[in-house]
């Protein structure tokens, strides 16, 4: 049989119902002055004030030994923050990629003092990452990859253009994938990937790329015979792909893959809920329904994770199938509701609207592009 | 276990020329009883009420094989109506069961009467557990005739009954029989969709075209990968709705019922596109499950009512109550 199986999801224990409960009376305090527009930037919105709030809370670096600044919870605890947070468009973009990867990347492959540098800053919400995969030439094909570090004694020196990288601006490190040896066509073989220091490499220049909507998230960052202590490698050298896959299953499978226009839906249930009309009825069961059973299939990929088992292929089914259901809200809130965005309104549908038509098309791109997740879930049916 | 049993007695008892008898309309007896014998018509019950104390994931099993099987018979329809039965305190059925619910029936000086519509296999029932109001009645053979013929899609019987019946108290209503159906259904969409994906990788991974197997064509596996995301769907979305029948909740039986019927349609559609020509004909299999997903999707309360229920709740929970109903469900 060919099913990809999908265990069931944890239970609400107490505890759970309990967090879940301070987690949303925390959000309804701490974000009571944000606008609906702000909140439709989902976990693109960034305050590291927030973020060292979070971390103050024991909501960051949730999973991990308590030796390293963890909290030992269960990935399933640590699930219900993550979507409370995104489900109140809380602006937790700067720790994002830090506490969903970055740190799981350094707790599985680092070595013990890189752990103890990294870990606690990270789950104290006060150093943040970025993720160096894009090139140029190197997109979906990540093997492709063209920037190049080569050994010269203490350090590796590196050259080569990472393209895409959000928060680079931002952030204090990236996790960068890189070639150690060999040339591009020996494909996943001698790849690695080093701990960047963005805010104090010689030879490196960050760049921004304005996306369509105006806004500065994606950065370039060249690398001209940057002198990299062999010190940051991250794991083996030559272990880079495998590295990097082991990431993509927490990458993935998260609410942020189909909560990212919630906002909308909000601001749809707003407008239509005096109506009483059929349509605006039979549309919101219809995608409640959908929702529902995405947060299923999230939480079960959770447990997966939490029991330590590869869950990439559930992840991948879990963003393709997600980010569907997120890029087809405005064009149902259009068959409901007559709008011209407008995307310097401060606040209200129009605004909200003009992030949301903004941005969606970047939802099927970021973190594996729908078609290499189809792929993917292909591969996993035997048919490739 | 059970599962295995099932899945063994179905490939030696049920082949594609039962299904086509089936089809005809005739009763498959010798099937009936092969499965009433293994006491499938009690897999829901707990080992109090005479049933195995299956897990919940055991009697999602039991019922995705139905759908794998595309079992012409209201097997499923027996469980649901045995545990709503059990649950009343009612007696169980004896042979098959139907489960309907029909408010617009009348009851006057003890005896009941109306029209049920659209009963599967209606005339071959021992009972139906049937709802009015909020009471729940165990309405036997002789308490029916046939009022109109009718069809499902994949051509299974579906006459309405002409009920005219000196009633008995009949029983509290425990859950409605709709939101029990529904949740049958959606195990049995999953059912379907599996054999549709295991049929459709199978025939584009021999069929040869362009000097190639058709799956070697991205286009083509693309499509199998968005059918394994149905199937994923609807699975979780049958699981979500039985959780939430067990614990009384209507809205998350709207809300996986749902799911599952937007994946029925979905799924078949990418199903028979990956077939080509032949997954329109009767010759090659993949219409027994392509036929029964659009039966069973329209069942038991129809896409637009389950919609409604969820998308009024979900109107009424406000912008502010929306998100904390989404995480009950």
């Not at chain 1, 952030?171 to 066509?185: K, N």
């Not at chain 2, 094989?65 to 059925?93: I, Q, S, Y």
């Not at chain 2, 098959?96 to 071959?124: C, F, K, Q, S, Y």
């Not at chain 2, 053979?141 to 009022?147: F, N």
Request: some cysteine.
């Amino acid at each position: 049989m060919s099913a990809i199986p999908f265990p069931a999801p944890p239970a609400d224990s107490e505890t759970v119902i309990a967090l879940r409960a301070e987690v949303r009376a925390f959000l309804a305090e701490e974000l009571a002055s944000r606008t609906d527009r702000q909140r439709s930037d989902s976990w693109c919105g960034a305050d590291k004030d927030f973020s060292r709030k979070m971390g103050q809370r024991g909501w960051l670096g949730m999973t991990w030994p308590k030796r390293y600044g963890g909290h030992e919870r269960t990935a399933y605890e640590r699930y219900v923050v993550v979507e409370e947070m995104l489900a109140a468009g809380a602006p937790v973009g700067a720790h994002w990629i830090a506490d969903r990867q970055s740190g799981p990347s350094i707790l599985k492959f680092g070595t013990e003092e890189q752990k103890q540098y990294f870990l606690p800053k990270i789950a104290a919400g006060e150093l943040y990452f970025s993720i160096g995969m894009s090139e140029p030439d190197s997109g979906s094909d990540l093997a492709a990859t063209r920037t190049r570090a080569v050994r010269d004694g203490d350090v590796y020196r590196v050259t080569g253009t990472k393209v895409w990288t959000s928060f680079a601006h931002q952030s204090d490190w990236a996790i960068m994938f890189c070639r150690t040896s060999g040339t591009p066509a020996d494909r996943h073989n001698g790849t690695s990937q080093l701990l960047i220091d963005l805010k104090n490499t010689p030879g490196l220049t960050i760049r921004p790329i304005i996306d369509l909507a105006g806004q500065h998230h994606f950065n370039e960052m060249h690398f001209e015979d940057a002198a990299i202590p062999a010190s940051q490698l991250l794991g083996s050298e030559g272990q880079g792909w495998a590295q990097v896959m082991s990431e993509l299953a927490f990458e993935r499978s998260g609410p942020e893959r189909f909560l990212s226009s919630i906002e909308l839906l909000y601001q749809l249930i707003a407008i239509l809920r005096g109506r009483q009309s059929d349509a605006a009825q039979i549309t919101l069961g219809r995608l409640t329904a959908r929702l529902a059973v995405l947060r299923r299939l999230s939480r079960s990929v959770t447990s997966m994770l939490q029991e330590e088992q590869d869950a990439g292929l559930q992840a991948s089914i879990v963003k393709d199938v997600g980010a569907l259901f997120e890029q087809s809200l405005p064009d149902i809130a259009r068959e409901l509701v007559d709008c011209e965005p407008d995307p310097l309104a401060a606040s209200g549908y129009a605004a909200v609207l003009a992030n949301i038509v903004h941005n969606s098309p970047s939802w099927s791109l970021r973190g594996g592009t729908r078609e290499i997740l189809r792929g993917i879930i292909a591969r996993g049916l035997g048919t490739r | 276990m059970l599962a295995e049993m099932i899945q063994r007695l179905l490939e030696r008892s049920l082949d594609d020329s039962a299904q086509a008898r089936a089809r005809g309309g005739e009763w498959l007896s010798g099937l009936w009883t092969e499965l009433s014998e293994m006491g499938l018509p009690l897999a829901l019950l707990s080992e109090d009420q005479g049933g195995f104390g299956l897990t919940g994931a055991e009697q999602g099993e039991a019922l995705r094989l139905l759908g794998r099987h595309a079992v012409p018979l209201p097997l499923a329809e027996t469980m649901g109506a045995n545990r709503l039965l059990a649950a009343a305190g009612l007696p169980l059925a004896e042979g098959a069961a139907g489960l309907a619910r029909a408010d617009g029936l009348t009851l006057e000086g003890g005896r009941l009467t109306g029209t049920v519509e659209r009963v599967a296999w209606g005339e071959h029932l021992d009972c139906l557990a049937l709802a009015v109001g909020d009471r729940l009645y165990r309405v036997p053979r002789s308490g029916w005739s046939l009022a109109a013929t009718g069809h499902a899609a994949n051509y299974h019987p579906r006459p309405s009954l002409a009920i005219d019946w000196q009633a008995d108290e009949g029983a509290a209503l425990p859950h409605c029989p709709l939101a029990e159906g529904a949740t049958l259904r959606a195990f049995q969409i999953a059912g379907a969709l599996e054999s549709a994906l295991d049929l459709s990788i199978s025939h584009t991974g021999t069929r040869v075209q362009f000097g190639k197997p058709l799956s070697k064509n991205q286009a083509v596996q693309h499509e199998l990968a968005r059918l394994a995301g149905e199937l994923a769907c609807a699975t979780a979305a049958a699981d979500l709705a039985a959780e939430a029948l067990a614990r009384g909740d209507v809205l998350g039986v709207a809300a996986g019922s749902l799911r599952a019927r937007e994946a029925a349609g979905t799924g078949a559609s990418i199903a028979t596109q990956a077939h080509g020509a032949i997954g329109f004909t009767r010759e090659h299999r993949l219409h027994l499950f392509t036929t029964s997903l659009w039966t069973w999707r329209d069942e038991f309360g129809g896409q637009v009512q389950w919609a409604k229920l969820l998308g009024s709740a979900a109107l009424d929970a406000g912008t502010a109550g929306y998100w904390p109903m989404v995480t009950t469900l």
